[in-house]
């Protein structure tokens, strides 16, 4: 069966920075459409950025030019840095895969401290 499984959240202070990858097994992921969510406390889960199977990439507009997404398929793994962390990047990020249907992982949590 499919499985997402993130990784590398934490707790970090503002302006740091963090490394998140998520490893997808059960799937092939190099036809996958891949992408970053997040959810708030008391918010709805909301897009963070993606990237295609042929490396095009988009990006809300709060993340633009702090994360970067990232894929390696010879890894099946999906990855964002997320540079300048400010106290409002602090979610749970989920990753998806967009094969016919979303997948989705368990989500990590990153926490940025003011």
């Known amino acids: 069966q499919v499985q997402l499984v993130e990784s590398g959240g934490g707790l970090v202070q503002a302006g740091g920075s963090l490394r998140l990858s998520c490893v997808t097994s059960?799937?092939?992921?190099?036809?996958?459409?891949m992408a970053w969510y997040r959810q708030a406390p008391g918010k709805q889960r909301e897009f963070v950025t993606r990237i295609t199977r042929r490396g095009n990439k988009n990006y809300a507009s709060s993340v633009k030019g702090r994360f970067t997404i990232s894929r390696d398929n010879a890894k099946n793994t999906v990855y964002l840095q997320m540079n300048s962390l400010k106290p409002e990047d602090t979610a749970v990020y989920y990753c998806?895969?967009?094969?016919?249907?979303?997948?989705w992982g368990q989500g990590t949590q990153v926490t940025v401290s003011s």
């Open positions: 998806s895969a967009d094969l016919e249907r979303l997948y």
């Open positions: 059960g799937m092939d992921f190099s036809l996958a459409a």
